[in-house]
T-cell receptor, first 116, second 115 residues
């Protein structure tokens, strides 16, 4: 089975400052990694994903994440945050099961609050 | 592309009644649809996975007789909360993908409040 740990439940940061949201995973098989963002009372929106290839993945809204296999991490970063980035961010992992379905396992989320 | 809708967006019902939530993939055919439940300030918990035309696969601890899932077509899955109770109040989110190893696209969620 797979699991995801997001150590920081809340991250406050000033506007235009850089931010890093941490994500670590555990799995006995190769995984795919995702970051999703959830705005209040809305569903999840895919920010970026790592399936294979380059370990540095660029997503929407200026976010990027780097897959580090040796540290089993997939931290999310943005060099300069905006007020509109205030939201809940979820890291997720999936592995290809025998049936072909790819269930997602989510971390507990990190609440990013951008302070004016 | 890859838009998933849910209806209704929010529903309030009396205890003991049943509530149906629809999940539709608007611009693609969804081989698999997933139903999640999200508690306040908590992560998403996968409830069940459904493939078109076959029975849903429920996660451990999820009552299949209480949460009925029907995946009648490649663009529609429904979740029916039967005999709802206040503890069933939650945010229910569906997702869909085109096939194995494909990205899941999420609906906007349905907030259920059982009085």
């Amino acid at each position: 089975a797979q699991s995801v740990t997001q150590l920081d439940s809340q991250v406050p940061v000033f506007e235009e400052a850089p931010v890093e949201l941490r994500c670590n995973y555990s799995s006995s098989v190769s995984v795919y990694l995702f970051w999703y963002v959830q705005y209040p009372n809305q569903g999840l929106q895919l920010l970026l994903k790592y399936l294979s290839g380059s370990t540095l993945v660029k997503g929407i809204n200026g976010f990027e994440a780097e897959f580090n296999k040796s540290q089993t991490s997939f931290h999310l970063r943005k060099p300069s945050v905006h007020i509109s980035d205030t939201a809940e961010y979820f890291c997720a992992v999936s592995a290809l099961e025998q049936t072909g379905a790819n269930n997602l396992f989510f971390g507990t989320g990190t609440r990013l609050t951008v302070i004016p | 592309g890859a838009v998933v809708s849910q209806h209704p967006s929010r529903v309030i019902c009396k205890s003991g009644t049943s509530v149906k939530i629809e999940c539709r993939s608007l611009d693609f055919q969804a081989t698999t649809m997933f139903w999640y439940r999200q508690f306040p300030k908590k992560s998403l918990m996968l409830m069940a996975t459904s493939n078109e035309g076959s029975k849903a696969t429920y996660e451990q601890g999820v009552e299949k007789d209480k949460f009925l899932i029907n995946h009648a077509s490649l663009t529609l899955s429904t979740l029916t909360v039967t005999s709802a109770h206040p503890e069933d109040s939650s945010f229910y989110i569906c997702s869909a993908n085109r096939g194995p190893q494909e990205t899941q696209y999420f609906g906007p969620g349905t907030r259920l409040l059982v009085l």
